[in-house]
């Protein structure tokens, strides 16, 4: 496991990585949700965003997404500079949150094709019916997705990502409310898509190490760790993201807490 | 990219196949527009109240009412299951998203506006000359468009903020007020043969101010 610093990456003067977020900073009223997080992901890896509930990382990728203005910091792609609004911004993105961005009262068939249509896809039909294929739904498309299991929906949401073949998925917890055979389903139809930029978060440990060839520690709205994960143990992962999210230290102070009472009682 | 026009019909095309298929929109505002007339109609039914000043005061507390009840289903649509961020996901300019929702909307409410003309005839007694009905039909279309550029931002607002729905009429009522002055008064005029011209110019001036302002903040009120 390399170095525990957040790198800045991509300004070796070589091909701009494929996303970069400098400074990425939101500010909701008096609450600071993500505080200053730089980082790039080179083009073709698999980057996960880990870290504990709150810890700025469904925010951060909506900010990448073009959903949330950031309050300061900036955002690029293929080292261009992205706007939010701006049309273009996310051509080459595809996204899923945890939510479907579907109509329930249209079937999966009409949602990718009004979504292809949005998105200028060439081909509506075919492309619709190919990445239908790609999820494995192509049996479901006359179904609406207010009658799938929250496994196909994600499916289906993954296969709107898809439509426009983007170079960047952004995947917000991708895994999350999925069964056993949900995640393997869904590993099978990520395996397809891995040669491809990927950011994803989880705070499943295991899956996302599974994954990734890096993780970005996030907690408390920055990045606490920037880890190269190949060839790294589960156990191993898991001590340096309690390390980086200050699990351990807070365990020691409790400790020495603990010990000040019992001698100050004394 | 998709072009502009092309968003927006996309749009339209998406809502009228939803509201199509589940009448969800039209059916409720209208229920709730027919309730309105029906109180009015029982409220007056003893008095000496002149039909034409009363199905006039239905009218329009129906198309306030029902247009409420009809942008707030609007963009519960969106709301659920995120469908909106859908929408700002792809790569199309997010006024086109606006205007695609504020033309759907507009049809929504005026197909409510058109039963509650029918009910106020029927329970009120309503009565107009016929030459005059494709005018006020006009007008109520000119309102519903009105109604709808602002209805769409502050709904849209409403649901994508920790405001909450039951917001939305004491933020949007105060914005139509002009709308819906010159509607009741350019309703009376057509019933009266008088003249229209300086309330029709009222009305639709500030439908347009509305749609300008509503293409200038929507996407802000989108924003999270």
């Known amino acids: ?266 | 990219m998709t072009g502009y026009l092309t968003a927006v019909y996309l749009v339209v095309r998406k809502d009228l196949r939803l509201e199509a298929r589940t009448k969800q929109v039209t059916t409720t505002a209208a229920v709730f527009a027919l309730l309105v007339v029906l109180a009015f109609a029982f409220g007056f039914v003893k008095t000496l109240a002149d039909p034409q000043v009363v199905g006039r005061g239905a009218l329009w507390v129906a198309f306030v009412f029902a247009g409420t009840l009809g942008v707030t289903e609007a963009a519960g649509v969106e709301a659920e299951h995120a469908a909106l961020d859908g929408l700002l996901l792809a790569p199309v300019d997010r006024s086109a998203v606006y205007v695609g929702k504020v033309l759907s909307t507009t049809a929504f409410v005026l197909v409510v506006d058109l039963v509650t003309l029918a009910a106020i005839g029927v329970f009120l007694g309503y009565e107009l000359a016929l030459a005059a009905v494709p005018a006020l039909v006009g007008v109520l279309a000119l309102a519903a468009f009105g109604f709808s550029a602002v209805g769409v931002v502050v709904s849209t607002l409403t649901f994508r903020s920790s405001l909450g729905e039951l917001a939305l009429p004491v933020l949007l009522v105060p914005l139509v007020v002009p709308v819906l002055l010159a509607g009741v008064e350019l309703t009376a005029a057509l019933a009266t043969g008088a003249p229209t011209g300086t309330w029709l110019r009222v009305l639709g001036s500030y439908a347009g101010i509305l749609f300008l302002g509503g293409l200038a903040t929507f996407e802000y009120a989108v924003e999270e």
């Not at chain 1, 400098?22 to 073709?44: E, I």
């Not at chain 1, 997705?145 to 998925?169: M, N, Q």
């Not at chain 1, 351990?248 to 001698?263: I, K, M, Y």
Request: proline content about 3%; hydrophobic content about 35%; aromatic content about 4%.
């Open chain 1, 1 to 266: 496991m390399s170095g525990d610093q957040p790198s800045a990456g991509g300004e070796d003067g070589g091909d701009p990585p494929a996303i970069r977020a400098d400074d990425l900073t939101k500010r909701y009223g008096r609450f600071l949700a993500v505080d200053g997080v730089s980082f790039s992901v080179a083009d073709g890896e698999t980057v996960g965003l880990f870290g504990p509930n709150g810890a700025g990382k469904s925010t951060t990728l909506r900010m990448l997404a073009g959903l949330v203005r950031p309050t300061a910091g900036t955002v690029h792609f293929g080292g261009v500079e992205r706007s939010l609004g701006d049309p273009d911004a996310t051509s080459g993105v595809g996204v899923v949150t945890h939510d479907a961005m579907l109509y329930d009262d249209l079937t999966a068939r009409e949602n990718l094709r009004f979504h292809a249509r949005l998105h200028g896809v060439d081909g509506v039909d075919a492309r619709v019916e190919a990445v239908l294929d790609d999820v494995g739904l192509a049996d479901r498309g006359s179904r609406r997705p207010a009658t799938f299991s929250h496994g196909l929906r994600k499916r289906l949401s993954l296969a709107r990502a898809l439509l426009h073949d983007p170079e960047v998925l952004l995947l917000d917890e991708p895994y999350s409310g999925l069964d056993q055979r949900g995640v393997a389903d869904l590993g099978r139809i990520l395996d397809g898509v891995d040669d491809r930029t990927v950011l994803l978060s989880t705070h499943d440990l295991d899956l996302g190490l599974e994954r990734c060839s890096r993780a970005l520690v996030l907690d408390r709205g920055r990045v606490q760790a920037d880890l190269q994960t190949e060839s790294t143990s589960s156990s191993e992962f898991e001590a340096a993201y309690r390390r980086a999210i200050g699990l351990d230290a807070e365990r020691d102070d409790q400790s020495t807490g603990d010990h000040s009472t019992a001698l100050d009682q004394r």
